[in-house]
């Protein structure tokens, strides 16, 4: 998930996010904060969102800003970003771990192969992966969207 976002967006855009991985643990930390409201399946739908739209609101007003003066200034900012949402995430969560429980669906092997278990929750996260990588193949492949990002990325 983190290469595949980030190759498009440094190939395609030419932008240099090096803040691209704190996005991804604020959503780990979304995913707990909203599994313990709304519960585990709603808030692995609904994080991603809110990650998505921060995302996009760093994009349009500050990266944008700095794109047109090239990659360092894009690192800087981007790395800044990257240890704001790190003291961001400690002083809200804190530096310990904290307590994230899967649900009962995802508890247990899902078989065992020759005396070793494979855990359901590993199975879903390479279905989850498995669903990710087709669907951006079709949207690459299949799109019109995915045409633009084509050509964009052979004939910037």
């Not at 519960?39 to 944008?64: C, D, I, T």
């Not at 492949?141 to 052979?154: E, F, N, P, W, Y």
Request: aromatic share 14%.
């Amino acid at each position: 998930m983190l290469s595949s976002g980030l190759t498009l967006i440094f190939s395609m855009m030419g932008v240099l996010n090096f803040a691209h991985t704190s996005f991804y643990m604020l959503g780990a930390y979304f995913a707990y904060t909203l599994s313990g409201v709304l519960g585990f399946w709603p808030a692995l739908f609904v994080a991603p969102l809110l990650v998505g739209a921060l995302g996009a609101a760093f994009e349009r007003y500050s990266l944008r800003r700095v794109h047109k003066f090239g990659h360092v200034p894009e690192l800087l900012v981007t790395f800044g970003l990257s240890y704001l949402i790190l003291e961001v995430v400690q002083l809200v969560w804190g530096r310990s771990t904290v307590p994230y429980g899967l649900p009962e669906a995802l508890q247990g092997p899902l078989f065992t192969l020759y005396g070793t278990q494979f855990p359901k929750s590993r199975s879903f996260i390479m279905l989850v992966a498995l669903l990710m990588l087709v669907a951006v193949w079709l949207l690459l492949t299949r799109t019109r969207i995915g045409l633009v990002i084509q050509a964009a990325l052979k004939h910037p």
